[in-house]
């Protein structure tokens, strides 16, 4: 491979360090951020995300609680999961693990959030601060993108918002949680942004725009959509996707990106591991995000955690 290997981990671990002191000026004030996960079925994924979330807010000293429901839990369980939650006092932040069973509404539980414990931004009125450019919370993998792509640039000698003006940066997939806020963070930076989803696959239209980034990031939840041929030359290339893949042989499951990091490093400039790359950082911001939250929820200050260093306005 002769692309750079981002690397994601240390990262995280820069802004770890970071969170940890964050925690403990908060727990001089004698408040505790707490966060909970709500997971609905067996998705392998969402479980090894809940578990990697779990470690850390050990780690650093948060509350933490996992809400599991089984795949057939009907719609009404899964709400009253998260009113309850709404209610709890010791939790600071919710976040509600994709994906879910059909007979659970996305839409449905997103509305049911209090809109101060949505870390994600997915209710309705975090959506709408975070597309007028006044978010409470950015969301953490969207968020972890831009961080790891600014980090990225800087340490390459070139100037982020230089970069971005002249860039043509194209996101693949569409999800309320990545791909949506990945385009709204990529205007704010005056970046020319194409999206693209299973639409633009269907249409024929996809690789027409993934060989035309400068930036290409890829959330679509296909494992090994994007190869080599599907790239320019010199693009910088992040893999958002997380998918299982088990083994025939040996039945063992293994995580892989949407992108054919192999091929694809044989093209571009810079790319993203899986695991190794946006993931850890997310964990990390996510965790940012529910110390935000407490901090607004005690009225001890705006939640500048979450927007630190992605240089927008917050709305407190």
Same mark, same amino acid.
């Given at each position: ?66 809400? *599991?429901?089984?795949?057939?839990? =009907?719609?009404?369980? %899964?709400?009253?999961?998260? /009113? $309850? ?5 010791? !939790? ?120 035309? *980034?400068?930036?290409?990031?890829? =959330?679509?939840?296909? %494992?090994?959509?994007?190869? /080599? $041929? ?5 693009? !910088? ?80």
């Amino acid at each position: 491979m002769s692309a750079v290997l981002i690397d994601g981990r240390q990262y995280a671990a820069d802004l770890s360090a970071r969170l940890a002191d964050e925690v403990e000026e908060l727990a001089c004030t004698g408040e505790r951020p707490g966060l909970a996960t709500v997971v609905v079925g067996n998705s392998y994924p969402a479980h090894a995300y809940e578990r990697r979330v779990r470690r850390l807010a050990e780690r650093v000293g948060c509350h933490y609680v996992c809400e *599991a429901l089984p795949g057939a839990a =009907a719609e009404a369980d %899964a709400l009253a999961v998260v /009113g $309850k939650l709404g209610a709890d006092p010791r !939790i600071s932040g919710i976040l509600i693990l994709r994906p879910l069973p059909a007979q659970v509404s996305e839409a449905s539980l997103y509305r049911a959030l209090d809109p101060i414990k949505d870390i994600e931004s997915v209710h309705p009125i975090s959506a709408g601060l975070l597309a007028l450019g006044r978010p409470r919370y950015v969301p953490s993998t969207p968020a972890s993108v831009f961080h790891l792509l600014d980090r990225y640039l800087t340490e390459s000698g070139r100037d982020p918002a230089q970069t971005y003006r002249q860039s043509n940066l194209v996101v693949v997939g569409r999800s309320a949680n990545v791909g949506k806020p990945a385009l709204m963070l990529a205007m704010d930076r005056g970046a020319t942004v194409v999206s693209c989803d299973e639409h633009s696959h269907a249409a024929g239209l996809l690789f027409e725009h993934t060989t035309q *980034a400068d930036i290409l990031i890829v =959330a679509a939840g296909v %494992a090994g959509l994007i190869r /080599g $041929k599907h790239v320019k030359q010199g693009v !910088i290339a992040v893999d958002v996707g997380i998918n299982a893949i088990k083994d025939g042989d040996t039945g063992k499951v293994r995580l892989v990106g949407d992108i054919d990091t192999e091929d694809v490093a044989g093209r571009a400039e810079a790319i993203t591991p899986v695991p190794g790359g946006v993931g850890p950082i997310t964990d990390v911001w996510l965790l940012r995000n529910t110390v935000a939250a407490a901090r607004l929820a005690q009225g001890i200050g705006a939640a500048f955690p979450s927007t630190e260093g992605l240089q927008l306005p917050v709305i407190c």
